[in-house]
């Protein structure tokens, strides 16, 4: 009885929907509803798009770090379901991610996630049209779980697989969340990673630079733990650049002085170990002064956190500030309007968002970045370059057999030799953030 009047509810509902569209279409208005709309009304009928118009859906998987995510999305970039199991506080306890630990973890929940976003879905996995799985780059250990779970399914489902780059699916994140045209330049900073790119297809990037050591993120987790964050009340949960953002808005960025790294090498090349050792240097001085013990958290805390974050953010808007530049210079990006992407876990950082603003203001570009939960790893980001990448038929593989995960891979094609040769002068900006 219920299945027969929710049917009738559904029809009823279609026959509405279709005798609107004939009124406005007779009245000679033309009512178009976007593509999204459309299905977002069929789903509310318990219709799924999937069986009903062979509509793409993709399933994400990502295990490539310290996250296990997975999530189920559609070609109109609705999210149908998601999950994650994050390892962060497993990992601050122990000082740092250990490979081995993470792994296990992997091993622990990817069943749970993947059932959890599929469920979530509501979509039978009959139903989907590839499954996506970050195979580079990586922590080796982590990739292998996430491959060898996603080529099993695979192989029950007789589903294509497409094999994803992690930093793709960072940059491409935000042609899910705005309507964002090709080329792009592209800022991505995590944990793991820093890199300028220019993104001219699904899968044609230019590298403009990348850091030369550390990530900003990894920077960022080594100073929390110097600082001993994680006894700190306010901040023990809290991911090591979480930490220092947090902390920084109590602190003094003026309280002592650290100079930007790279400040004569005219290229996009990044360096962040060289501000991690002054870092410790004044942490240890601090210690001296305050007569406390490594270990303890300092009185001065936050006055260091505002000092790294702001230096931090100053080299990563003068190296972005040479790629915009060099890339209108050589026509690759427009002179006007040109958009700047910033992604990856350290763009979830507001103090950086405010300072890359004045610059994009400062050069007539649009900052673009997604919210800050898409911009810490998840799978979200994994399906939707799925779905790009069905979209653009590139890489989908009806065959799995040889694949392998790579825990090296760059991206793109690295033209940052081109420009450092080219020299640019970048003006001061004057960085009131
Ligand atoms: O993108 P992500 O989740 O993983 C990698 O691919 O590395 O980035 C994680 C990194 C960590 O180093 C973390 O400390 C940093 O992003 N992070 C932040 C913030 N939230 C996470 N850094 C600065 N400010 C934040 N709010
Ligand atoms: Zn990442």
Redesign the pocket.
Same mark, same amino acid.
């Given at each position: 009885m219920q299945i027969i009047s929710c049917f009738c509810n559904c029809v009823s509902g279609i026959i509405y929907r279709v005798s609107m569209l004939i009124l406005n279409k007779t009245a000679g208005v033309f009512f178009k509803p976007s593509k999204r709309k459309v299905y977002e009304f069929l789903r509310s009928f318990n219709f799924h798009p999937g069986t009903q118009f062979l509509h793409k859906i993709v399933l994400g998987i990502e295990t490539? =770090?310290?996250?296990t995510a997975a999530a189920v999305v559609d070609e109109t970039g609705n999210v149908l379901g998601e999950a994650i199991h994050s390892q962060t506080e497993v990992h601050l306890k122990t000082g740092g991610i250990v490979p081995a630990v993470a792994q296990q973890l992997h091993r622990d929940n990817i069943q749970r996630i993947v059932q959890e976003a599929l469920s979530a879905s509501r979509i039978s996995p009959s139903d989907l049209s590839a499954i996506a799985t970050t195979i580079k780059p990586g922590l080796a250990l982590s990739l292998g779980v996430g491959l060898s779970f996603s080529l099993q399914l695979v192989g029950q489902l007789k589903k294509p697989f497409i094999p994803i780059h992690?930093m793709e699916a960072?940059a491409l994140t935000i042609r899910l969340t705005n309507k964002v045209e090709f080329p792009f330049l592209v800022l991505l900073i995590? $944990? #793991?990673?820093c890199l300028l790119a220019l993104v001219q297809g699904v899968s044609d990037f230019l590298l403009l630079g990348k850091s030369l050591d550390i990530? +900003? $993120?990894?920077m960022?987790?080594k100073v929390?733990r110097r600082l001993s964050l994680i006894k700190h009340p306010e901040c023990s949960t809290m991911? #090591? $650049?979480?930490a220092?953002?947090h902390l920084a808005k109590q602190g003094n960025r003026f309280h002592f002085d650290i100079k930007p790294p790279l400040h004569h090498a005219k290229n996009c090349d990044f360096s962040f170990t060289g501000l991690q050792q002054v870092t410790n240097k004044r942490i240890m001085k601090k210690e001296k002064e305050e007569g406390i013990e490594e270990g303890q958290v300092l009185s001065s805390a936050a006055d260091i956190a505002a000092t790294v974050?702001h230096t931090m953010a100053c080299h990563i808007v003068k190296r972005t500030h040479r790629a915009i530049l060099f890339c209108k210079q050589r026509d690759l990006l427009p002179q006007n309007n040109a958009v700047l992407v910033a992604s #990856? $876990?350290?763009a979830?950082?507001?103090y950086?968002r405010r300072a890359l603003e004045i610059l994009t203001n400062a050069t007539q570009c649009t900052l673009l970045c997604p919210p +800050?939960r898409l =911009?810490?790893?998840n799978g979200i980001m994994i399906a939707w370059n799925g779905i790009e990448r069905l979209r653009a038929g590139l890489g989908i593989l009806h065959d799995i057999e040889g694949i392998r995960y790579e825990p090296k891979c760059p991206l793109g094609v690295d033209i940052s030799k081109e420009v450092g040769e080219a020299a640019i002068k970048v003006p001061q900006l004057k960085m009131e953030i």
């Open positions: 490539s =770090c310290d996250d992690h960072h995590s $944990g #793991g990673h990530a +900003p $993120g990894d960022l987790d929390a991911s #090591g $650049g979480k220092i953002e974050q #990856g $876990g350290v979830s950082n507001f950086v +800050p =911009c810490t790893d």
